[in-house]
Antibody
Framework: EVQVMESGGGLVKPGGSLRLSCVTS????????MHWVRQAPGKGPEFVSH????????SYADSVNGRFIISRDDAKNTLYLQMNNLAADDSGVYYC???????WGQGTTVTVSS | DIQMTQSPSSLSASVGETVTITCRAS??????LAWFQQRPGKAPKSLIS???SLRDGVPSRFAGSGYGTDFTLTITSVQPEDFATYYC?????????FGQGTRLDI
């Protein structure tokens, strides 16, 4: 069974940084493209970023481009999201998914507030 | 980007009724369509992937259908625990995109 577990969220001030992690199990992560989505309070989910196998290519939503960096460590079955220069609009629950495996973890909550 | 148009945005039903939610993609996505359920304050729960494949442990009263651009989620004989918000998600191409959600309540 494919499972994901996100962590690393927390309360951060505007302009601050956080690094999210997503540990996968039940699959060979190196075989999968991976992505992050987020869900702001009271809103539907939205795409944040994706990364191809071996990290050769990545993409970002316009709203985070230039501030967030996605990366992966397949040896650790772990996906990362480095989030810099955070703003209030970045608050929400962040989820990771392997491409094609529509699974959901518990997510990790990011709150950007002074 | 592929736009996903989900309707209705809200739906009232009684226990035992059958309800249908639709999702339309702005271009052909084959069967790369998933449905998930979300209760307030909880993480999403995957119901269906590949347009019509029921995920493990999901009751058989949930059914998905469709291919290409038009998809439906049908809940036959709605139960009290089904009152929640439902979303469709296309995973044919990046960026992954979602429908706006359908809130199902009594």
């Amino acid at each position: 069974e494919v499972q994901v577990m996100e962590s690393g969220g927390g309360l951060v001030k505007p302009g601050g940084s956080l690094r999210l992690s997503c540990v996968t199990s039940g699959l060979t992560m190196s075989d999968y493209w991976m992505h992050w989505v987020r869900q702001a309070p009271g809103k539907g989910p939205e795409f944040v970023s994706h990364i191809t196998s071996y990290g050769s290519t990545s993409s970002y939503a316009d709203s985070v481009n230039g501030r967030f960096i996605i990366s992966r460590d397949d040896a650790k079955n772990t996906l990362y999201l480095q989030m810099n220069n955070l703003a209030a609009d970045d608050s929400g629950v962040y989820y990771c998914q392997p491409y094609g495996e529509v699974v959901w973890g518990q997510g990790t909550t990011v709150t950007v507030s002074s | 980007d592929i736009q996903m148009t989900q309707s209705p945005s809200s739906l009232s039903a009684s226990v035992g009724e059958t309800v249908t939610i639709t999702c339309r993609a702005s271009r052909d996505i084959g069967d790369y369509l998933a449905w998930f359920q979300q209760r307030p304050g909880k993480a999403p729960k995957s119901l269906i992937s590949g347009s019509s494949s029921l995920r493990d442990g999901v009751p058989s009263r949930f059914a998905g259908s469709g291919y290409g651009t038009d998809f439906t989620l049908t809940i036959t004989s709605v139960q009290p625990e089904d009152f929640a918000t439902y979303y469709c998600q296309q995973y044919n191409a990046y960026p992954i995109t979602f429908g706006q959600g359908t809130r199902l309540d009594i």
